[in-house]
């Protein structure tokens, strides 16, 4: 192959099998945390009320921003109570998550949650009238 030929080919290459960057693929994922936020509070808290943890999420992504697979690959939740039900409703909502479109090549990223009940704000004490 003469060697234009071959630079062509390599510069070719490098284009279109990029990776985005991490920045692009964490801003993505939190604009869609809200999905796991709920999966969580309403697949998990409601089994067990003091249910915490984490969960990775393992995502392919095709170069047109969408998510070929999804799988749950490592949760540590301190009860088994929900663990099915909430990574099986991750799962289904991480599959309509969409990520930028470009030329990019297939990739697979891992992305952690961290799960914790609210807690609500500590109450101001009421001031007295005297």
């Given amino acids: 192959m003469p060697l234009p030929l071959l630079l062509a080919t390599l510069l070719h290459l490098s284009a279109t099998d990029s990776v ?16 796991v936020r709920r999966c969580y509070e309403r697949e ?32 540590a939740l301190s009860s088994r109570a929900g663990i099915q ?6 799962t289904a909502a991480a599959r309509h998550w969409t990520f930028e479109r470009g030329p990019f090549a297939v990739e697979t990223v891992v992305f952690p949650f961290v799960l914790r009940p609210v807690q609500p704000a500590p109450s101001a004490p009421a001031a007295s009238s005297t």
């Avoid at 985005?20 to 999905?35: G, K, M, P, Y």
């Avoid at 009320?49 to 490592?74: K, M, W």
């Avoid at 039900?85 to 991750?90: D, K, L």
């Fill in 20 to 35: 985005r960057t991490d920045r692009d693929i964490r801003e993505s994922v939190l604009r869609n945390s809200a999905d």
């Fill in 44 to 75: 998990g808290l409601r089994r067990d009320a003091g249910l915490h943890g984490s969960l990775e999420l393992e995502l392919t992504i095709l170069p047109t921003g969408a998510v070929d697979s999804v799988a749950v690959s490592s949760v």
């Fill in 85 to 90: 039900e909430v990574t099986a409703c991750v």
